[in-house]
């Protein structure tokens, strides 16, 4: 095939070496340390950026074969449908399916930029209507290792270190649908390694009929009991169990706004970082799973700090997941899909936006102050809704639903009360490069009418305030297209259009244009 001809190879290497080189200098070139503090102490930091729900979709495309989620380990609906395809190694060097270690990492390298926009005011946390650049870049490894390997009892034990850096178009303000969720917002984080994930997975099995799972960082072994519990301990994302998706959780090969490769009203614990320390309880079958955590609670909204009173503070979530698309008898009942109920209950030292903008008309306050209205016992709490449908052996197509009460602060994750999302992928598999793919989403993000005047009076949260507030819903379409270049190289070309930025229907609409280039070893 042409993209395999040892002169594009090597134009093609050259290429990706020296977009690594720039995007790393001008990730470099934003370090925390050069920034000023953030104008409001409540929105110095940014919640649930640095790492996403995505690495085990990304190691389950190690083949060319469609895979399913660690937990999805019994369906094969379409099992065999790529057998006449060669098989293709998508990291720099194979990984072994039998040893009791995993050694892995991924460097991914985000550039973006936007130009002038309609905008006749800004305040403190605006989108700048100005010519932004801004370059981050991420880097993980991964190493785990098995106890027990391939039993009834299988134990990993699982390590992850981190370094973060760069930064995001206007610091990360003045959108809900932010467009780089690789990004820390918090000025005070260096740019040093950290401990991303410490943690302790425990299979129990139930039966002795085994089954194929999809070996990958976060579950070492190759066969499970097909009945089973699964127990997660230790420092982790909630996101790498909860509302995964195969086609929209992947911000190293697919989509990177926040509010499409999560569900962005689903306010899940987590620090500055993304991680939390929290406990999961998994229970497997053949065609659906059921999932339960409790996890720690940052003390202030998007804080860097967490409350390790559960008492007082603590983030409970429950999902139900039945991996059976929602038309799958319209089209092809061995095509693969899945639906997932997701639900969550926060409690927190937060803030009330009723109570904030009455403390305001009352003349209390100069302007309503959320951080004013804090107090322990504050109850948020949320749904969301999560399917899949495979189509083709080309096409895929997802959705999302979520929605919160939306009373209490934006806590953790961003400013979002209600979202609704759809979109797909489609392989390459027609112009005969099978591990490309374009990706299309639009998500319509919304908050309710207390958010709303908080907001119109001049309210600050952790991401949004423009100082005034004429109410619109923040509509995003995103495109992309990843193009396999060799082995674990990859690069990405998209862009995200974006009307109402920060709910307001006097600014916008902005285009923002992306290139990622991403390794896989």
Request: a negative charge; proline letters at 4%.
């Amino acid at each position: 095939m042409p993209f395999c001809r040892p002169n594009l190879i090597s134009r093609t290497l050259c290429w990706l070496t020296c977009a690594f080189l720039l995007t790393a200098a001008i990730a470099r070139a934003q370090t925390p340390s050069d920034l000023p503090s953030a104008p409001q102490p409540q929105i110095a930091t940014e919640g649930g950026g640095s790492r996403q729900a995505d690495l085990l979709v990304a190691f389950s495309q190690q083949t060319t074969t469609p895979s399913t989620s660690a937990s999805d380990t019994s369906s094969s609906g379409s099992e065999g449908q790529e057998a006449d395809q060669p098989s293709t190694t998508l990291t720099m060097a194979p990984h072994s399916e039998n040893a009791r270690y995993w050694i892995s990492g991924q460097v991914n390298s985000i550039f973006q930029m936007h130009g002038h926009f309609h905008s006749p005011y800004e305040g403190p946390n605006s989108l700048v209507d100005d010519f932004e650049t801004k370059a981050s870049e991420v880097a993980t490894l991964y190493l785990g290792y098995q106890l027990f390997p391939n039993s009834l009892y299988n134990t990993d034990l699982i390590v992850n270190f981190e370094n973060a850096g760069g930064r995001g178009i206007s610091e990360e303000l003045g959108l809900a649908g932010e467009t780089n969720v690789d990004v820390v917002r918090d000025p005070t984080l260096g740019l040093g390694p950290y401990l991303a994930r410490g943690e302790i997975h425990q299979i129990v099995g139930l039966t002795d009929e085994m089954t194929d799972q999809d070996r990958g960082p976060f579950a070492l072994a190759s066969k499970v009991p097909v009945r089973r519990f699964e127990i997660r301990l230790g420092k982790m994302s909630l996101a790498d169990v909860f509302d995964l998706n195969s086609v929209g959780s992947d911000s190293h090969l697919q989509f990177a706004n926040w509010t499409i490769v999560n569900n962005g009203a689903w306010d899940y614990a987590a620090d500055t970082r993304g991680y939390t320390f929290a406990g999961i309880l998994e229970y497997d079958d053949r065609i659906w799973s059921a999932r339960y955590a409790i996890a720690v609670m940052p003390t202030v909204a998007n804080g860097a700090d967490l409350d390790w009173a559960l008492r007082r503070a603590s983030a409970q979530n429950w999902e139900f997941e039945v991996r059976k698309g929602l038309f799958a008898e319209w089209l092809n009942p061995k095509r693969e899909g899945a639906v997932r109920v997701l639900s969550y209950v926060n409690h927190a030292h937060m803030g009330d936006f009723r109570e904030s903008v009455d403390q305001y008309l009352n003349g209390q306050v100069v302007t309503p102050d959320i951080t004013e209205t804090r107090k322990f016992g504050a109850v948020k709490y949320g749904f969301g809704l999560n399917t899949e449908q495979e189509v083709t052996d080309s096409l895929r197509l997802f959705a999302r639903f979520g929605w919160n009460e939306d009373q209490h602060e934006s806590f953790v994750y961003t400013e979002v009360g209600q979202t609704i999302l759809f979109g797909g992928d489609y392989n390459g598999h027609c112009w005969h490069r099978l591990n490309d793919k374009v990706g299309v989403a639009f998500v319509s993000n919304a908050i309710k009418r207390d958010h709303q005047n908080y907001l119109h009076y001049g309210g600050l949260g952790f991401l949004l305030g423009d100082g005034n507030l004429r109410y619109g819903r923040e509509d995003i379409l995103e495109w992309y297209y990843n193009a396999h270049l060799w082995r674990g190289l990859f690069a990405m070309v998209g862009g995200t259009q974006i009307a109402h930025p920060g709910y307001n229907t006097d600014r916008g609409p902005v285009y923002v244009t992306t290139v990622r280039a991403h390794i896989d070893f």
